[in-house]
T-cell receptor
């Protein structure tokens, strides 16, 4: 069975603070894929990143970075110098061969000025 | 490039009525998916399709019917709507397989009175 747990349900920060969203997963597969999606208040789901289980290199994209650690089954997402536009619900998800995307329940991030 | 579209965007119906939600993609992606999003549950998979005339159940298929006669369309039908089916429904597609990145439509907000 596969499971994704997003540790924080809600996070509130003040603009320019760094914030980390934690994602812990469970799977018996050795090959799997991890994702992060963003859902802004407008409601659409925006793809952010996909990583496979064999690539543990951290990824940085602008103010966004992701830390993948197989040893702790975690795929955490950090926003550096947060901005009001980062306010959204963020979903972590997991898939593997034969299994469709399994989403966590989401972390709601509020960034206040 | 329209990508993936859903119609209607908003729908109000009554208990017991049949309602069909439409999903159309212009990418010729093989796989298509239907999810529902409810507070506290994140996104849950209803049905998915690997190709025309091939469909499979997801986590919460009861009360829903799907068909896929053409690659680009994947309608979701609620044969006899219930209040518990009030939700936001998202359609998604992916070009290759279940582990590939899914791209989501804008969603349909369905209210069953």
């Amino acid at each position: 069975a596969q499971k994704v747990t997003q540790v924080q349900t809600e996070i509130s920060v003040v603009e320019k603070e760094d914030v980390t969203l934690d994602c812990v997963y469970e799977t018996r597969d050795t090959t799997y894929y991890l994702f992060w999606y963003k859902q802004p208040p407008s409601g659409e789901l925006v793809f952010l990143i996909r990583r496979n289980s064999f690539d543990e290199q951290n990824e940085i994209s602008g103010r966004y970075s992701w830390n993948f650690q197989k040893s702790t089954s975690s795929f955490n997402f950090t926003i550096t110098a947060s901005q009001v536009v980062d306010s959204a619900v963020y979903f972590c998800a997991l898939s593997s061969a034969g299994y469709a995307l399994n989403f966590g329940k989401g972390t709601s991030l509020l960034v206040t000025p | 490039d329209a990508g993936i579209t859903q119609s209607p965007r908003y729908k109000i119906t009554e208990t017991g009525r049949q309602v069909t939600l439409m999903c159309h993609q212009t990418w010729s992606h093989s796989y298509m998916f239907w999810y529902r999003q409810d507070l506290g549950h994140g996104l849950r998979l209803i049905y998915y399709s690997a190709a025309a005339d091939i469909t499979d159940k997801g986590e919460v298929p009861d009360g829903y019917v799907v068909s896929r006669s053409k690659t680009e369309n994947f309608p979701l039908t609620l044969e006899s709507a219930t209040r518990s089916q009030t939700s936001v429904y998202f359609c998604a597609s992916t070009p290759l397989d279940l582990t590939d990145t899914q791209y989501f439509g804008p969603g349909t907000r369905l209210t069953v009175l």
